[in-house]
């Protein structure tokens, strides 16, 4: 360490402790004693078992490192490290815009994962006091997903992959949001782990507000969730890939999107966008159907996307919203997750159904059922058109 690093680090630690007595002082906090035994580490979510990982798609674990209001916070934690099943400890990932102190993700690859039960060992470090040792467990089944995954939000167990959500219920009926006071940037909750093939998701979605501070927004269904690629050893994972459909509000319409980013490289997208009159309150249907079309050969060609939103009390719209990947962002083939996402809203989702799609070439067609649910399959079956739809 050089003579300006040991000066830098002594001079933020003396304001440290010059910042926690002049509050103690002023009766901001109750004591330094209370700073000094308080737990440091909140963890959000943590479900019993995580479902199958792939590649970049990671099992995450989210909390917080401190239990004091924002600036305090920022200015008096020290970091964050963790081990796996008594693994070398690691730093664990921090930054803004997505984890922004004095939050913290570990994210975990199904390399390092034990198939059955795995420790996590969480450490955190604050200014003026001990650290806080947080020791928890969990366990990991790499079996294949089985479809279809039917969820009522009947259990409050999550996996979440960035940000805090929650099960609450609203006139009767279990629904899912990001907690309140933690929206913000890329809040993704994992609905099923990773499977390759086609998939059909069918939700509905309720629009609260956009947060103040904020004046882009989105929400919408994660129909591929590829995780965050990235280098060996970067502490928070940069990149994304992802199939999409969501409200983004910058375009006054719901839409499908394919977007591939490597770590710090500059990410592609290929988008298609229709104008949607979104109004808060109003429950939305969301279905789409996203699957790999191959050549003669049986060659991975492109992955295909469509998706169709409409409000409550409206008929189903015969156009869809589609694309390919192929159109400017190619996706690898593999095998990809399905989840939520909440950008800078706060939204709620009801019950999600998720379906196989091995039998491209018999057309779906999907009809409300009922204000407390998404809508139901009006014939028996499943498949999709490789065709273009709705006349596009």
Known sequence: ??????????????????????????????????YARAPLIEVFNLPDAFSRRHGSFTVNVCGSASPLPGFLARRLTRGVRYRLNEGPWTEAGGGSPRVPPPLFAVELGDEALLPGL????IEAASYGRRPDVRTLQFRYNPAPI????????????????????EVFTSGGERR????????????????AGAFSGGRRVVTDVIFREKVD??????????????????????????GWSFGLTWYWNRYEGVGSEFSYKYGGDSPKWVNSYRNLDLRAGVRYSIAMECWPERDAAGRHVCHRQRARWWPEGEAVPE????????????????????????????????PVLIEALDSPGREVEARPVSSTGPFELAKEGYGIRTALAGGR
Do not use: C, K
Request: glycine share 16%; charged share 25%; proline share 5%.
């Open 1 to 34: 360490m050089t003579e300006n690093e040991r000066g830098f680090i002594g001079r933020r630690t003396g304001r440290a402790f010059l910042l926690l007595a002049v509050l103690a002082g002023a009766g901001v906090l109750s004591g330094y004693g209370w």
């Open 118 to 121: 795995n420790t996590l060992t």
């Open 146 to 165: 089985r479809l279809p995954v039917r969820i009522d939000w009947e259990s409050d167990a999550l996996e979440v992959e960035d940000g805090r959500w």
């Open 176 to 191: 899912v949001r990001p907690r309140p006071g933690f929206e913000g940037y890329d809040r993704i909750l994992v609905l």
């Open 213 to 238: 501070y904020s004046n882009a927004y989105g929400f919408g269904v994660l129909s591929m969730w590829g995780g965050r690629p990235d280098d060996v050893g970067v502490g928070l994972r940069r």
């Open 319 to 350: 156009a869809w919203v589609e694309l390919t990947d192929a159109e400017g962002s190619p996706l690898p083939p593999g095998e990809y997750g399905v989840a939520l996402i909440a950008y800078h809203a706060q939204v709620d989702f009801g």
